[in-house]
């Protein structure tokens, strides 16, 4: 059984808190205060915890409940647009073509200079950007399979998919974010 | 004739199956599917190296990402809490 130990919760988990909510929310200040409140509420649900998650598992679904406020505030909570509309935005659709990249969509060459910066700050920065302007939960799982590195079938699990949709939804977020990282960092 | 039906695929479906091939391993056909458009279409191509290139970048952005709070504010959070026990 796990217990509470409140008198050390800033020195062991306000850094990897702060790091969690950043993934998601590009906001430094904001983040911090989500951080903040998470433990204030956590003190007063002080009771409601019955040890069979760790500390930081019950930590962190604090913040991810503070997340997904936020996301729902601005509104991005799902992706609007159903697949025919989605795919629409790169793809020909009804022509001999119908598949095809649609003329202006067409994946540009990244040439050896700009791969090489991909290291970089300035890089990190529009990716960070370009991961912000992603749905919800197409970020939730993003940083399941990155930050923590979750297998697929645990994100399956958690995110009650299946493992077509899973990689369906890789795909978009792909999509969407090679096409936010070209325009905004390869071509700039 | 038939052999080029069971082959052919279009970028929408080749692009797919770039992002598919890097959650799970891809049938035999769809590996010659893929294979086969990649080498007839330079965008398709781009795209499968731009792919596997995020992917590298997701993962380093993730484990790179810094906490910046300062030892001060922290300290005073920490206090904050315990006034709060």
Not at chain 1, 100 to 119: R, T
Request: charged share 30%; glycine share 2%; hydrophobic share 35%.
């Amino acid at each position: 059984m796990h217990e509470l130990n409140p008198t050390n919760w800033v020195r062991l988990y306000a850094d990897y808190l702060l790091r969690y909510a950043l993934f998601r929310i590009n906001d430094t200040a904001l983040c911090e205060d989500l951080v903040q409140e998470t433990f204030f509420s956590a003190l007063r649900a002080k009771e409601q915890f019955k040890g069979n998650s760790s500390e930081k598992t019950w930590l962190t679904s604090i913040l991810r409940n503070k997340i997904i406020d936020e996301y729902r505030k601005k509104g991005k909570m799902h992706d609007s647009l159903d697949d025919e509309s989605f795919y629409g935005q790169f793809f020909e659709a009804d022509t001999e073509y119908a598949g095809h990249w649609k003329q202006p969509q067409f994946p540009q060459l990244w040439d050896d200079s700009v791969v090489e910066k991909m290291e970089s700050r300035e890089y990190y920065a529009i990716l960070h950007q370009c991961i912000g302007k992603l749905p919800e939960k197409s970020v939730a799982i993003l940083q399941e399979k990155y930050f923590e590195e979750s297998d697929s079938q645990k994100i399956c699990k958690d995110f009650n998919l299946s493992k077509s949709n899973y990689w369906t939804t890789m795909h978009r977020i792909n999509l969407q974010l090679r096409k936010c990282i070209e325009l905004n960092w390869v071509l700039k | 004739m038939k052999l080029f039906r069971f082959l052919m695929i279009a970028c929408k479906d080749a692009t797919l199956l770039c992002s598919k091939q890097a959650e799970l391993r891809l049938s035999f056909r769809e590996r010659m599917q893929l294979k086969i458009h990649l080498l007839l279409c330079k965008p398709c191509r781009y795209f499968s190296k731009q792919v596997s290139l995020l992917q590298q970048s997701y993962r380093k952005f993730a484990e790179q990402q810094s906490a910046a709070w300062s030892e001060e504010s922290k300290e005073a959070l920490q206090k904050k809490i315990n006034d709060l026990l």
